[in-house]
């Protein structure tokens, strides 16, 4: 079955940086394992919403709240999706779900928490 195990949440402080991290159980170089991979993110008493998404063919694009905050990446040796987070704000706060997408299926990963606050 695949996984996908995000990690790298926590508490800071508004204006400060975090970077997320997805590790996928299985390759994600392949166009037949993942041909998009993404982050959502789910404030609470709020709909999870979309914040960014990466290509086989490495397009991004992202939610128009984090653009030019955020970037998204991926690490292939490593089987890994990142999410770098700038200039967080307290609206920031939510957990954060890695999303894979297969020709067969959609995977989620369990979240992870990040708090901003002063």
């Known amino acids: 079955q695949v996984q996908l195990v995000e990690s790298g949440g926590g508490l800071v402080h508004p204006g400060g940086s975090l970077r997320l991290s997805c590790a996928a159980s299985r390759s994600i170089a392949s166009f037949y394992s993942f041909y998009v991979m993404a982050w959502y993110r789910q404030a609470p008493g709020k709909e999870r919403e979309f914040v960014a998404l990466i290509s086989h063919g490495d397009s991004t694009n992202y939610a128009d709240s984090v653009k030019g905050r955020f970037t998204i990446s991926r690490e292939n040796a490593k089987n890994t999706l990142y999410l770098q987070m700038n200039s967080l704000k307290p609206e920031d706060t939510a957990v954060y779900y890695c999303?894979?997408?297969?020709?067969?299926?959609?995977?989620w990963g369990q979240g992870t928490q990040v708090t901003v606050s002063s």
């Open positions: 999303k894979g997408v297969s020709t067969t299926a959609v995977y």
